[in-house]
């Protein structure tokens, strides 16, 4: 796609002297300053507090009265059984998330696609691009209002249908919640996540469609050797960049859907960073996780990117 | 039921609904399809009716559970109290106004990043870039900034919720290739050769012309203020600092076991927790639900430049 076109382009050399490009373009340089001094502010500023996970960091003391204690905090940190269920219950949900919520957008947008009525196409992609612009408060508690065991619709109506006798736990016991968990994620990105394929869709020759009617193919095999393979690179580029988020996960969505009873399977490496850093004070060790979160993350995308370049897809950076 | 028979009969008459794809017979597939998507859809809004429905009912239907989708014994008691009780409608207020702030400082950082990186002939401009881009694959983590966010004073501070989001590297990308895709170079050329200043040129020339990707580009950063509230729990302690979903999210956090909303003691003697409840996540959710279909398409057409630069 356009992606390709721009790594395509032919390197213009500058060959304007800096002095004189200055000359003609200070105002530019002026206007990047400013972004350029917000990110050195905010993000940049933050990266050598980085070095607090070579040692045992007590807030009291701060950078320069803590010791230095090499890679202690890590060897704790792969010691403790909390960062075990922490890893462990991120990594199993978010492959979940990605095994049930990535083809979802793209089953959506090849239905999408097919639909007959363009009134009823325009009025439900609508529909289904809202829960994208709710925040996870909002998600969270629609859904406690919907799945109470004693208070819920799902369960009222359940009951009075006569289905079951009890209310049904859903979102109060650790099987239950891991379902719904999944399922509300799912719906809240399915929709949105159209946009993109059906842009690429848009992109496919009609022409391709035309002839493969002509040579007598119905529409579940125009679907499967034409669209499919027309979105393929889209598809690649977007698994590359969900691989990236297998080690994290969103705190807010985690902890929208928090309760004692969950614990078990809700706490997350989010969770984790969050609770053991800002809650409890232990900062290296909150760091370290971290740290090492965000660097799997960028691992990942870096070898996803090589073995599809590998395939034959065109990759992502 | 009705509805979709009479779709199957309408469809039956079309004889090619969409011009290069027709078929001519209306199929079983149509139908399966049409149902699929109509269910989803329904997910999608049937809760939220609810939810309404119980906001707006008398509390003896509610704790007998006799409501579904249409309110029984009508009354707004429950939004009465969010008023007399006054903190939510603050948070509301407080929360427009940051969200305002922060969009206005937000377009302006990203216009000043996006307008100068998309001129080719910028020396630099891939160090530039370099510098602008780093951040969004790579940040230092909660604690790192949060005691960054101390030594700069910003702790418990309206202002950390403005500063540290207000440039966003994706929301440079997509204004950087509308304006490459969409901005003639002759245009600014030609203004150049009259003597215009760069300046001018953006103000004059540019920043009309971009009224599209403006608009997208400030619904993306309001709607993502408005929503995010992770920077409450890790930078606000007061109370009166706190954004309206964050409060939301807290009424819930301590209502998801107790089945309780917690307004104040005063609110609470009127309605019945439940319908209580019910009525401050409407009051939270109506502004979103009311903005929505008219932003809907601006959101769609910012996504889709941003979806081909990937």
């Known amino acids: ?317 | 039921m009705a509805k979709k028979s009479v779709e199957v009969v309408r469809g039956a008459e079309m004889s090619s609904p969409d011009g290069s794809r027709a078929i001519s017979r209306f199929r079983v597939s149509d139908l399966v399809m049409i149902i699929f998507v109509t269910v989803l859809c329904a997910t999608c809004v049937v809760p939220f009716l609810h939810v309404a429905a119980k906001s707006i009912s008398g509390d003896s239907y509610v704790i007998a559970k006799n409501i579904y989708f249409w309110p029984k014994g009508i009354n707004f008691e429950a939004y009465k109290s969010i008023f007399k009780d006054g903190t939510l409608v603050y948070a509301m207020g407080y929360s427009v106004v940051v969200t305002v702030i922060f969009t206005i400082l937000g377009l302006l950082v990203c216009t000043c990043a996006a307008y100068p990186l998309s001129k080719k002939r910028l020396k630099g401009k891939t160090f530039f870039t370099f510098i602008l881009m780093v951040p969004m694959y790579f940040t230092a983590g909660i604690i790192p900034s949060y005691l960054l966010m101390k030594d700069l004073n910003l702790l418990d501070n309206m202002w950390v919720l403005v500063w540290p989001l207000i440039y966003s590297p994706y929301n440079m990308l997509i204004m950087k290739t509308f304006l490459q895709s969409n901005i003639p170079d002759s245009l600014e050329e030609s203004a150049f050769l009259d003597g215009a200043s760069n300046i001018q040129i953006l103000t004059k020339i540019v920043v009309p012309l971009s009224k599209p990707i403006i608009a997208t580009l400030s619904l993306f950063y309001a709607v993502g203020r408005w929503n995010s509230y992770a920077d409450n729990m890790y930078y606000i302690k007061t109370d009166k600092l706190k954004l309206v979903n964050y409060k939301l999210y807290q009424m819930v956090a301590s209502a998801s076991e107790a089945q309780s909303a917690t307004l104040s003691e005063a609110a609470a003697v009127t309605s019945t927790p439940e319908v209580l409840q019910a009525a401050c996540i409407m009051f939270v959710t109506l502004p979103i639900i009311c903005l929505y279909p008219f932003a809907q398409k601006y959101f769609v057409k910012g996504a889709m430049i941003g979806a081909v630069k990937g």
Do not use: C
């Open chain 1, 1 to 317: 796609m356009a992606k390709s076109n721009a790594s395509a382009l032919p390197k213009v050399k500058n060959t304007m002297s800096w002095k004189n490009s200055f000359k003609r373009d200070w105002q530019l340089y002026l206007l990047l300053a400013f972004p350029v001094l917000m990110v050195i502010l905010f993000s940049y500023a933050a990266y050598p507090g980085l070095r607090m996970v070579f040692m045992d960091y007590k807030p009291a003391k701060g950078y320069d009265g803590s010791a230095w204690v090499g890679m202690e905090t890590f060897v704790k940190i792969f010691k403790d059984k909390d960062f075990h269920r922490a890893l462990r219950n991120s990594v199993v949900f978010n492959l979940l998330d990605l095994l049930i919520g990535f083809p979802m957008p793209i089953i959506l947008a090849l239905i999408l696609n097919e639909l007959r009525f363009p009134r009823f196409k325009k009025v439900s992609q609508t529909v289904l691009y809202l829960p994208h612009f709710l925040s996870w408060a909002v998600i969270g508690s629609v859904a406690y209002t919907m799945f109470r065991p004693s208070t819920g619709l799902a369960n009222i109506a359940l009951m009075n249908l006569g289905v079951i006798k009890e209310g049904i736990p859903f979102l109060t016991e650790k099987w239950h919640w891991a379902v719904s968990y999944l399922l509300i994620g799912v719906w809240q990105t399915m929709g949105w996540g159209t946009i993109i394929y059906l842009a690429a869709i848009t992109g496919i020759s009609g022409e391709l469609y035309e002839a493969a009617m002509i040579d007598g193919a119905n529409r579940w095999k125009r679907m499967w050797h034409i669209t499919l393979p027309g979105i393929k690179g889209t598809v690649v580029t977007m698994l590359i960049m969900n691989l990236g988020r297998i080690m994290g996960s969103n705190l807010e969505r985690l902890t929208a859907f928090e309760n004692s009873q969950v614990k078990d399977f809700q706490y997350q490496l989010a969770v984790y960073i969050y609770e053991k850093g800002l809650q409890n004070g232990k900062f290296s060790m909150s760091t370290a996780v971290n740290l090492f979160q965000s660097l799997v993350g960028v691992m990942l995308v870096l070898v996803a990117d090589r073995v599809a370049k590998k395939l034959g897809e065109e990759g992502l950076l």
